[in-house]
């Protein structure tokens, strides 16, 4: 079985500081690891993914994200906030065994000016 | 570059009706997924299809159903809808089933 935990239902942070949103898997394989972003009444963006290599993975909009094997983690991180970074967002985790990836609850991520 | 589309945008139906939602996946994309999304909730998976067959199922009773043409656009059908039915319908294409790419949903709503 697989799954995601986003312990947290919202994050705070003030436009130019770094932020961080947090995820936690579970998996009985090899992981590969997605974020993905919703916009108010629209579908999911694909952000990043990690499937094997470097832990540190880059991907659209100035996001990264950072694989931490030995804690089961897949934290997302931007440097610096733009206001317009506030949405939801989801990490996803898909077993190599199974075509299919398990989404987490979502993050509300909320930029203030 | 068209992306994944669906149709309708948004659809209204009484409980114990019938729904036939529609996804034409992203250019070169060979395999199509739905979630269903319910409010403040994450995707939950229904199923994917692959090559016109049904690959693999998440756990949603048979009144969901589906459909992968040869030009592997996809329909979802809802049979005996239920209040709970209620959500927002999301389809994914995706080639090698890495990253998946969402259309912008379609918005049911049982009464």
């Known amino acids: 079985a697989q799954s995601v935990a986003q312990p947290e239902d919202q994050v705070n942070v003030a436009e130019g500081n770094p932020l961080t949103v947090k995820c936690t898997y579970s998996?009985?394989?090899?992981?590969?690891l997605f974020w993905y972003v919703q916009y108010p009444n629209r579908g999911l963006q694909f952000l990043l993914k990690y499937i094997t290599g470097d832990n540190l993975v880059k991907g659209s909009y100035g996001f990264e994200a950072e694989f931490n094997k030995s804690q089961t983690s897949f934290h997302l991180k931007k440097p610096s906030a733009l206001v317009s970074d506030s949405a939801l967002y989801f990490c996803?985790?898909?077993?190599?065994?199974?075509?299919?990836?398990?989404f987490g609850r979502g993050t509300s991520l909320i930029v203030h000016p | 570059d068209a992306g994944v589309t669906q149709s309708p945008t948004h659809l209204i139906k009484t409980r114990g009706q019938q729904v036939t939602l529609r996804c034409s996946p992203k250019?070169?994309?060979?395999?199509v997924s739905w979630y269903q999304q319910a409010l403040g909730q994450g995707p939950q998976f229904i199923f994917q299809?692959?090559?016109?067959?049904?690959?693999q199922r998440g756990n949603f009773p048979d009144r969901f159903s589906g459909h992968q043409f040869p030009n592997y656009s996809s329909e979802l059908n809802v049979n005996a809808l239920l209040l709970g039915d209620s959500a927002l319908y999301l389809c994914?294409?995706?080639?090698?089933?890495?990253?998946?790419?969402f259309g912008p949903g379609t918005r049911l709503t049982v009464t």
């Open positions: 996803a985790v898909r077993d190599i065994s199974s075509y299919i990836p398990t």
């Open positions: 299809y692959y090559e016109e067959e049904e690959r």
């Open positions: 998996v009985s394989g090899n992981p590969y």
């Open positions: 994914a294409s995706s080639l090698t089933s890495n990253e998946q790419y």
């Open positions: 250019s070169g994309h060979d395999t």
